[in-house]
């Protein structure tokens, strides 16, 4: 049971525009949000989170926004670059000792000139 | 610049070889975590350990066990390979228990079962 989805695989958006990748969850305790993005032949590395008392964090052109009642979140790269082209997966856990982070199935970015 | 270190970015190995996976931290990390990354499945979690000697089950641990023998190496074994153990492998820790602690990530290392 996926408790952590996104829906879509891939997303292709113009250069300098806004690229808004999705995410849903099931589990109604989880308490905190986080985006990684990954590049071929590398590991992912953290981008930005959100936690559940939040609904909006903002890191540069990065904003995710979390909507808890509708178990969602969005990343929004405004504007985006090439080199915004990865592979994003969201990721989420509770804030317990033994709460592990559940990663999504991830969504391919490419930005193009 | 802190570290996550795969000893092996690609493996070849036949179906029934022993294969060990090591992966070593600079950061003075507690928790130390296996994971394996397959397209459309995105990261599963195999095995974590959050003290030295200590390893828990993930969510897919059949097929594999781990060693942490020392605080700063995590090892991942699969006793048997199979084909269906080909896939990207990443080891990450992390400071802290609670699982709102950021992973730092390795590399990864692409393994091939044949």
């Known amino acids: 049971d996926q408790q952590v989805k996104q829906n879509s695989p891939s997303l292709s958006v113009q250069e300098g525009r806004i690229s808004i990748l999705n995410c849903d969850y099931t589990?109604?305790?989880?308490?905190?949000f986080l985006w990684y993005k990954k590049y071929p032949a590398e590991g992912p590395t953290f981008l930005i989170s959100?936690?559940?008392?939040?609904d909006k964090n903002e890191d540069g052109r990065f904003t995710v926004f979390l909507n808890k009642s509708a178990k969602h979140l969005s990343l929004h790269i405004v504007p985006s670059q090439p080199g915004d082209s990865a592979v994003y997966f969201c990721?989420?856990?509770?804030?317990?000792?033994?709460?592990?982070?559940?990663f999504g199935t991830g969504t391919r970015l490419q930005v193009f000139p | 610049d802190v570290k996550v270190t795969q000893s092996s970015r690609y493996l070849v190995k036949r179906t029934g070889e022993k294969v060990f996976l090591e992966c070593v931290q600079d950061?003075?990390?507690?928790?130390m975590f296996w994971y394996r990354q397959d397209p459309g499945l995105g990261l599963r979690l195999i095995y974590f350990?959050?003290?030295?000697?200590?390893?828990e089950k993930g969510d897919i641990p059949e097929g594999y066990s781990v060693s942490r023998e020392k605080k700063e190496r995590f090892s991942l074994i699969l006793e048997s390979a199979s084909t269906n153990q080909t896939s990207m492998y990443l080891c990450?820790?992390?400071?802290?228990?609670?699982?709102?602690?950021?992973?730092?990530f390795g590399a990864g290392s692409r393994l091939t079962v044949l």
């Open positions: 990721a989420a856990s509770g804030l317990g000792n033994t709460d592990k982070l559940i």
């Open positions: 990450a820790s992390s400071f802290g228990v609670s699982g709102a602690n950021v992973l730092t």
């Open positions: 589990n109604s305790m989880f308490d905190y």
């Open positions: 950061m003075d990390h507690e928790n």
């Open positions: 350990s959050y003290d030295v000697k200590m390893k």
């Open positions: 959100i936690s559940s008392i939040k």
